[in-house]
């Protein structure tokens, strides 16, 4: 049975360690012109018991930098207090904000040094005055990618296919929101690690948003 | 087959144990004043993916007896094609005889044990329930009778809210209000349960009856989902 679950399991959760909790997952965060929408499940699993059923994986890395969390929980708690603190320690030595490539280059480094040891899938983003808004994924072992539009954690295999068909360059604030939403909606329809509400998370010039949709009012299922 | 040269260095050994590859989560049985009700949602997995959202795993057997199963649903299929055929068979005869539940019961343990022996089971736990029966039947042919059953994650769930709300007096609308509240928790806290359910019952007078699908009620109302836990004065975001 062990052996089975693992082959349908994402490298992530095929190197979580027996107990060890993952946030099973699905995370999402797409640009749009003058910010970023992040969105990510509420689900934390110990195998196929729900530890947490409000978990929060969108975490706050500085004031208008977020990260979205998959993967070991432990493991991804821990580098989010490690950029935090990194973060804070460039924004006071050069005297400015933090920029989005700067919290992903440092979540980068860490994921990249301790590939063998970490079992992490994140995405950055956020929102800066040098680029607006922008979104890095990096996904385990380290790769640092910019995307227009970041999915990850095990939900996100069911929506390759949605999220290739529904983004477009430069939508709204309020057709990203809804895509996020919708896209979130449908991995968790079809995820067993992914469920619970929707968090979502929008950073722009202005500040930051943060809303949750409970789980009897999702835009699909469950 | 007779003619086939197969080396030894290079065959791998023949495996009769299966591992499920699509798969029920928990049923629920209790004891009403009345009858019997079983209780399951209507989701089988493929390993982590919610893949058919409609699977029925609360059958009627014959007139007055329900079968549930959890595990491969494969197997189950298998055994209500077995079961079917006995009927058939039952009706064939015309001699006003059908098989009940509890003779479904020693029959599904005896193929159950067969199959363990011959470490090629039947992946399943079955649940077993006629006007005044409820039993359990596993994949190694363990059996046990009792007012109120489960499996899978609702002997760990559901069976301590069992224990503490049940009553031999309950009424039908009372019995079915604590399967569901049962079924909510399971939805809750197990990642391969699903919100829509069946619920089965089965009386002296009016037999054996599935309920079709339907979803239930969920509540999204604890302050923990409102309140965000990722800022910077938090932890981590648990």
């Known amino acids: 049975m062990a052996a089975l679950a693992n082959s349908f399991l994402s490298p992530e959760s095929s190197r979580l360690k027996p107990g060890e909790l993952s946030t099973g997952t699905t995370i999402m965060a797409v640009p749009f012109p003058g910010g970023v929408v992040l969105g990510a499940d509420s689900r934390v699993s110990t195998g196929t018991y729900i530890a947490n059923r409000t978990s929060d994986k969108i975490a706050q890395l500085s004031s208008k930098i977020f990260c979205c969390r998959s993967g070991s929980a432990a493991d991804t708690q821990a580098l989010t207090d490690y950029v935090r603190f990194y973060l804070q320690q460039w924004e006071v030595e050069t005297g400015r904000n933090a920029t989005v490539k700067v919290a992903a280059h440092l979540m980068r480094k860490i994921c990249y040094q301790n590939k063998d040891n970490l079992s992490a899938g994140v995405i950055v983003g956020g929102w800066d005055e040098v680029d607006g808004g922008s979104v890095y994924n990096i996904p385990l072992g380290g790769t640092m990618i910019k995307m227009d539009c970041a999915i990850g954690g095990s939900g996100s295999t069911y929506i390759y296919g949605l999220t290739d068909a529904l983004h477009k360059p430069n939508m709204t604030k309020a057709e990203t929101v809804a895509m996020v939403k919708k896209s979130i909606s449908h991995a968790m329809a079809r995820d067993g690690s992914s469920g619970g509400i929707i968090r979502t998370c929008i950073v722009d010039e202005s500040g930051v948003e943060r809303e949750y949709i409970p789980g009897n009012q999702l835009p699909y299922g469950p | ?238």
Request: glycine share 10%.
């Open chain 2, 1 to 238: 087959m007779a003619s086939l040269h197969l080396n030894a260095a290079t065959t791998a050994p023949s495996q009769h144990t299966k591992y499920p590859i699509v798969t029920g989560t928990s049923v629920l049985g209790l004891r009403y004043d009345g009858g019997v009700m079983v209780a399951a949602d209507t989701l089988c997995s493929y390993g982590s993916m919610a893949k058919y959202k409609d699977a029925r795993r609360i059958r009627t057997v014959g007139p007055a007896t329900l079968l549930g199963a959890s595990g491969e649903y494969s197997d189950f299929q298998s055994i209500m094609d077995m079961l079917e055929g006995m009927e058939q068979q039952n009706d064939n005869f015309d001699d006003g005889h059908s098989t009940d539940a509890q003779q479904t019961h020693s029959y599904l343990r005896a193929v159950m044990y067969q199959r363990r022996s011959k470490m090629n089971p039947l992946w399943n736990d079955l649940v077993v329930a006629g006007p005044n029966f409820l039993g359990l039947v596993d994949k190694i042919g363990t059996t046990y009778t009792d007012n109120f059953i489960a499996t899978g994650f609702g002997s760990y769930l559901a069976i301590p809210i069992l224990r503490k709300k049940w009553r031999p007096t309950m009424s039908e609308g009372e019995a079915r209000g604590l399967l569901e509240d049962c079924l909510k928790v399971l939805f809750y806290r197990d990642c391969r349960a699903l919100n829509r359910i069946q619920i089965a019952k089965v009386t002296e007078e009016g037999g054996a009856v599935v309920s079709e699908p339907y979803e239930i009620e969920t509540d999204w109302s604890a302050a923990s989902f409102a309140t965000t836990k990722g800022g910077l004065e938090g932890d981590g975001g648990w």
